[in-house]
């Protein structure tokens, strides 16, 4: 295979790729942006909808920490849901493919969507909580299966720059959630539930598109076994039709999985030759969200205040970070395949870990040295730019690479699992925190930042313009373990009792 690398194409970014693309990201990625950032904007309004409702049910108002604990879990079952659509990838993958779970997944943003929509009319606040632990399955879903989709699809020169477009429209989600959540446009008495609802549109679009888009010509032909389905779905998005030497590749990966066979949670956490692989995930996973990044948002309307912007302008700012997130990861999409993905995680970390720093002392700092509020801003702004990078768009990416077809999306119920739990836990005691440290609360970030700068310093490969089978290489030398024979051996060890579990 190798003595005909001369004449090996790269691959190029053809018409239906790039379409297949742009629906599957702009369908289910897009939302999850969305519908991070969406209550942000109306919270007091709709708040006050909760106590409204509750008062023409019992006649009396609910008591303050009532309402604050009532509205957290409105915020906290979107995470949750997030959690449980990660735990439910693995058998969805398998028994749909990459683009059936997508299209199943619309079911958990359209119902929500009207649910939502409706629920000012019904007067009730119990299905907006149903709703957004719906719409965090979806996101859980799609947060895990986009990434894996388009992973598959794309030639392994454009791998990098697909797998970033994801996190691409999950900023350009939160940006619009921003921008239609401005007080002059949806967030007001009469718009939010519009505002809420409007999440549905994605996924309507995407029930309508997807289907005339080929399904991962891996997915058919490793598990579906369907070799000229696969060669057809390689040839519409390579756009040529010689596809021998990349059907052979996948054939290869299909050999050195055969005795694989499907592997669960449990397997993938005891095997040797998957070790490093499984605790760079979870580093990076639970790295990406206990950096604060939710925190940063949390916290960025109190730190423009105290820098004296506006009360009324603060939402404008914040829509201004959200354009920044956006044309970083714009930055990212082109750069990662430059730089590489071990850079731009060093990179983005190391920016994270000094904003973190130098924002701990400004916050502390800030009464009594006048420009120091400016110097938080600026903080917040480098800290968004560095997170863009590296740490929000990378780790997907890297589920994608570092694990082979039978290991995957195993793989992506571990990083996701992890990402989701992390993310509820910032989000539900990060207040808390807060109360207790005030400013110092950033150096608990600071700290989680470096460690993960360290560990992907001494461990995390460089994965940029290598097959998969490559990448596999790199890692069997550092689980010390001989080539993929070895996991042969390991799985006819395995106890019958313990994949039973």
């Known amino acids: 295979m190798e003595q005909q690398s001369p004449t090996k194409k790269e691959g190029r970014l053809t018409l239906v790729l790039s379409l297949a693309t742009l629906i599957a990201a702009f369908g289910s990625s897009f939302q999850y942006g969305y519908n991070v950032a969406v209550v942000n904007s109306p919270a007091e309004i709709m708040k006050e909808f909760y106590n409204q409702t509750y008062y023409e049910r019992n006649n009396n108002y609910i008591n303050e920490f009532s309402l604050t ?6 915020v ?30 619309n079911i958990f943003s359209i119902v929500p969507a009207i649910l939502m929509g409706c629920s000012e009319v019904a007067r009730s606040f119990e299905m907006i909580i149903v709703s957004r632990l719906l719409v965090g399955i979806c996101a859980g879903l799609s947060s895990n299966v986009v990434p894996m989709y388009l992973g598959e699809l794309a030639p392994k020169n454009l791998r990098g720059a697909l797998g970033v477009v994801p996190q691409l429209f999950i900023t350009v989600g939160i940006l619009v959630a921003q921008i239609f959540g401005l007080r002059s446009l949806l967030a007001n008495k009469e718009g939010w539930p519009i505002l809420l609802g409007l999440t549905g549109i994605p996924a309507a679009l995407q029930l309508l598109l997807l289907p005339f888009f080929p399904e991962s010509p891996r997915y058919l032909l490793i598990q579906k076994k369907d ?22 590749e996948i054939r290869q990966e299909d050999e050195a999985e055969k005795a694989a066979g ?45 820098a004296g912007v506006n009360h009324h302008d603060v939402q404008y700012v914040t829509v201004g970070t959200g354009a920044v997130n956006v044309l970083m990861t714009v930055c990212a999409v082109f750069v990662v395949e430059l730089l590489g993905r071990r850079v731009l995680l060093l990179l983005g970390f190391s920016v994270c870990f000094a904003a973190c720093c130098v924002l701990t002392a400004a916050l502390a700092l800030q009464d009594t040295i006048s420009w120091m509020p400016y110097v938080s801003i600026a903080c917040v702004i480098c800290y968004v730019v560095g997170h863009a990078l590296g740490p929000s768009p990378i780790p997907a990416l890297l589920i994608t690479e570092i694990f082979l077809q039978s ?95």
């Open 69 to 74: 604990l009532l509205w957290s879990v409105s």
């Open 76 to 105: 906290s079952m979107f995470p949750f849901g997030g959690f449980l659509g990660s735990l439910m990838v693995g058998p969805l993958v398998n028994k749909f493919g990459r683009k059936g779970t997508l299209l199943f997944n």
């Open 227 to 248: 070799e000229a389905a696969a060669k057809n779905a390689l040839k519409k998005l390579r756009g040529w039709d010689d596809v021998g030497s990349e059907m052979e």
């Open 262 to 306: 499907f592997i669960s949670v449990l397997k993938l956490f005891s095997m040797r030759s998957l070790r490093w692989q499984v605790i760079s995930i979870i580093i990076l996973m639970g790295g990406q969200q206990l950096s604060g990044v939710n925190a940063i948002y949390y916290y960025a309307d109190q730190i423009y205040l105290s």
């Open 407 to 501: 290991s995957r999306p195993a793989a992506f119920m571990v990083g996701g699992s992890v990402h989701w739990l992390s993310n509820f836990a910032v989000g539900l005691i990060f207040p808390f925190i807060q109360v207790g440290l005030g400013p110092y609360s950033f150096i608990i970030f600071a700290v989680i930042c470096l460690l993960t700068t360290i560990y992907i310093f001494l461990v995390v490969p460089e994965t940029k313009g290598k097959t998969f089978m490559e990448i596999n290489q790199i890692f069997t030398k550092m689980n010390k373990v001989s080539e993929v024979h070895l996991e042969k051996k390991e799985l006819k060890d395995f106890p019958i009792s313990a994949s039973g579990l």
